[in-house]
C-alpha cells in the first residue's frame, strides 16, 4: 500500500474517532440540560430571560457539535454549509444586542442559501461525464443523474459501492462496475484500497446505447 494511501486512512481513522468523541460530549452535555429546568422553575419570572437565552446557547451549542460530526463523517459542501449555518443561528439568537448585528447574521445566512440555491455545492462532486467523487451524498446523484440509487444502502455513493462489495464479496478494483437499481457505478481509479473516482451511469441511458 502507497504511503499516501496510509496517511489518508489514519487521517480518516482519526476524524471518526473525532466525530464520536463529539458525539460523547453532545450525550453528556445532555443531562446540563435536566438542570437548566430546575433552574428555570425556581427562578422569577422576572429574571429568567438570561436563564432562557443561556440554556438556548446550550442548545444550540450541542447542535453544532452534532453538525460538525456529521461534517467530519460526509466530507460534504453541504454539511459545511449547514454547521455554518447553526453558528450564525447561535450568534443571532445568543449573543445579538443590536439591530445591526441580527441584520448582518441575516445577511450571511442569505448568502449562504444563496450559494447552495445558485452555486449547488454538490455539484462539484458530479462532473458532466457522470465522473463523481465517492463522498457525493446518493440523494445528490439520485437528483442530479435522475438515477433511483437505495438510499439504505450508505449515505454516500462510496459506502454504498462497499456495502456492495461486502454483500457481493467481491474485491473493490479499478474497472469493477456494480449494477443496483437503475444505476450502474464503475470504479475508475484507485489509491491503494481506497476509491478515488466512480461513473454512475443510468442502465436504460446504457442499453439504449448499445442498441
Known amino acids: 500500500m502507497k504511503l499516501?494511501?496510509?496517511?489518508?486512512?489514519?487521517?480518516?481513522?482519526?476524524?471518526?474517532i473525532l466525530a464520536s468523541l463529539l458525539a460523547v460530549g453532545v450525550i453528556i452535555s445532555f443531562t446540563d440540560i435536566l438542570g437548566y429546568f430546575r433552574i428555570l422553575y425556581y427562578t422569577s419570572p422576572i429574571d429568567t430571560l438570561p436563564?432562557?437565552?443561556?440554556?438556548?446557547g446550550h442548545i444550540l451549542t450541542l447542535v453544532i457539535g452534532l453538525e460538525l460530526a456529521v461534517m467530519l463523517i460526509r466530507h460534504t459542501p453541504s454539511s459545511v454549509?449547514?454547521?455554518l449555518l447553526y453558528a450564525i443561528a447561535r450568534k443571532m439568537i445568543i449573543e445579538s444586542k443590536t439591530m445591526t448585528d441580527i441584520l448582518l447574521g441575516?445577511?450571511?445566512?442569505?448568502?449562504?442559501?444563496?450559494?447552495?440555491?445558485?452555486?449547488d455545492p454538490a455539484r462539484n462532486f458530479i462532473t458532466e461525464v457522470n465522473i463523481v467523487n465517492p463522498a457525493t451524498l446518493v440523494k445528490d446523484i439520485n437528483k442530479k443523474l435522475d438515477v433511483n440509487i437505495p438510499?439504505?444502502?450508505?449515505?454516500?455513493?462510496?459506502?454504498?459501492?462497499?456495502?456492495?462489495?461486502?454483500?457481493?464479496?467481491?474485491?473493490?478494483?479499478?474497472?469493477?462496475?456494480?449494477?443496483?437499481a437503475d444505476a450502474e457505478i464503475t470504479i475508475l481509479s484507485m489509491d491503494g484500497e481506497l476509491i478515488r473516482e466512480?461513473?454512475?451511469?443510468?442502465?436504460?441511458?446504457?442499453?439504449?446505447i448499445l442498441l
Open 81 to 83: 454549509i449547514e454547521v
Open 198 to 208: 466512480l461513473k454512475v451511469v443510468k442502465a436504460e441511458e446504457k442499453d439504449d
Open 106 to 119: 441575516v445577511v450571511a445566512i442569505g448568502v449562504l442559501f444563496f450559494i447552495n440555491k445558485f452555486f
Open 151 to 180: 438510499e439504505d444502502l450508505g449515505n454516500t455513493v462510496g459506502g454504498v459501492v462497499s456495502k456492495l462489495s461486502q454483500e457481493s464479496r467481491e474485491k473493490l478494483e479499478r474497472g469493477k462496475t456494480f449494477r443496483v
Open 4 to 16: 499516501s494511501s496510509r496517511i489518508a486512512k489514519i487521517v480518516i481513522i482519526l476524524e471518526l
Open 51 to 56: 436563564v432562557m437565552q443561556t440554556f438556548l
